[in-house]
Structures are given as C-alpha cells and as structure tokens.
Nanobody
C-alpha cells in the first residue's frame, strides 16, 4: 500500500506562491498516476491537477490553469504542485492522491484514486 504525506501548505497573501510536496512510500511510484485535489471550506473535494506516471501528460482544472504546475520526480517518489498568483478562492485543504497502475493518461475523477494523504492547509489572505 502506498502511503502519501503532503507538506508545504501555509498562509500566504494574494498574489503569492507556495510549493506543495507529496512524498510517497511503498508500491511502485513510477507505475502510478498522481493527482492533487482540494477541499475549500464548506465545499466538496475538487480536482486541481494530475500527472501521468512518466510525467509526460498533465491536466489542470480550469480555475488553476496557467497559475499552477504539477510535476513529479520518480527517482524521489515525489510529486509537486507549484502554485503561483494565488487567490483567496484557492484557500482549501490540498490532498495528494495516487491512481494505481495508470500507465497512460490521467484521471480527474476522485473515485478513481486509490489512496490519499492527510492533506495540507493552504490559506490565501486578501
């Protein structure tokens, strides 16, 4: 079973940047698709970004396209989310998820992810 641990969240002013990190242990990281989702206060968890097993394909939610960048380092079993030009509406708990054995493409659907980290809080002040 893959274990995921997110880090890098915090409080930042609007327009600022943060870099989230998700470290995976167990399993074969390079065989899995990885994704970031977020849950804003009082709302359901929503898709943010996903990256294919080799890093060759990425997909973003429209709300973050052009501001966020997802990347991965398979040698370090780590996936990153670089968040720039942050807005107050980006405030949420951010979760990293693993999509087992997705060799090609990515999924934007929460139910297709097999394991989740505990999340990291991102708060953007206006």
């Amino acid at each position: 079973q893959v274990q995921l641990v997110e880090s890098g969240g915090g409080l930042v002013q609007a327009g600022g940047s943060l870099r989230l990190t998700c470290e995976a242990s167990g399993g074969t990281f390079s065989r899995n698709g990885m994704g970031w989702f977020r849950q804003p206060p009082g709302k359901e968890r929503e898709f943010v970004a996903a990256i294919s097993s080799t890093g060759g394909y990425r997909k973003y939610a429209d709300s973050v396209k052009g501001r966020y960048l997802i990347d991965r380092d398979n040698a370090k079993n780590t996936v990153y989310l670089q968040m720039n030009s942050l807005k107050p509406e980006d405030t949420a708990v951010y979760y990293c998820g693993v999509d087992y054995d997705r060799i090609l493409g990515v999924s934007t659907e929460e139910y297709e992810y097999d394991r989740w980290g505990h999340g990291t809080q991102v708060t953007v002040s206006s």
